[in-house]
């Protein structure tokens, strides 16, 4: 089994930073992307970073600029440095992995964090 948790979260005021972690642990043998996503209620969850094994990344547009993700593939954790945040990012923030668990299987499987609420308000 594959748990991948989030920290980092809190209330910040608007043009204020925040670092989002997120550890995953667990039966991998590898992890090819990592992405974070964030979700409002009432609102579908929205996709906001990848970042794959090599360190490539890319960005939704509206947050270009302002985040920026990154990885330590030796502990296998994600990050999401949060720039000049605005009220309108207020959102519950989740980590997914897609993990490898074993050597002999090829196949890889989507993994999900519990989320960690982010709160941008003065």
């Known amino acids: 089994q594959v748990q991948l948790v989030e920290s980092g979260g809190g209330l910040v005021q608007p043009g204020g930073s925040l670092r989002l972690s997120c550890a995953a642990s667990?039966?991998?043998?590898?992890?090819?992307?990592m992405q974070w996503y964030r979700q409002t209620p009432g609102k579908e969850r929205e996709w906001l970073a990848t970042?794959?094994?090599?360190?490539?990344?890319s960005y939704e547009d509206f947050v270009k600029g302002r985040f920026t993700i990154s990885r330590d593939n030796t502990k296998n954790t994600v990050y999401l440095q949060m720039n000049s945040l605005k009220p309108e990012d207020t959102a519950v923030y989740y980590c997914?992995?897609?993990?490898?668990?074993?050597?002999?299987?090829?196949?890889?499987?989507?993994?999900w964090g519990q989320g960690t609420q982010v709160t941008v308000s003065s």
């Open positions: 997914k992995a897609r993990v490898r668990v074993t050597r002999a299987s090829t196949v890889e499987r989507d993994y």
């Open positions: 667990g039966s991998i043998f590898s992890i090819s992307i």
């Open positions: 970042i794959t094994s090599g360190a490539g990344t």
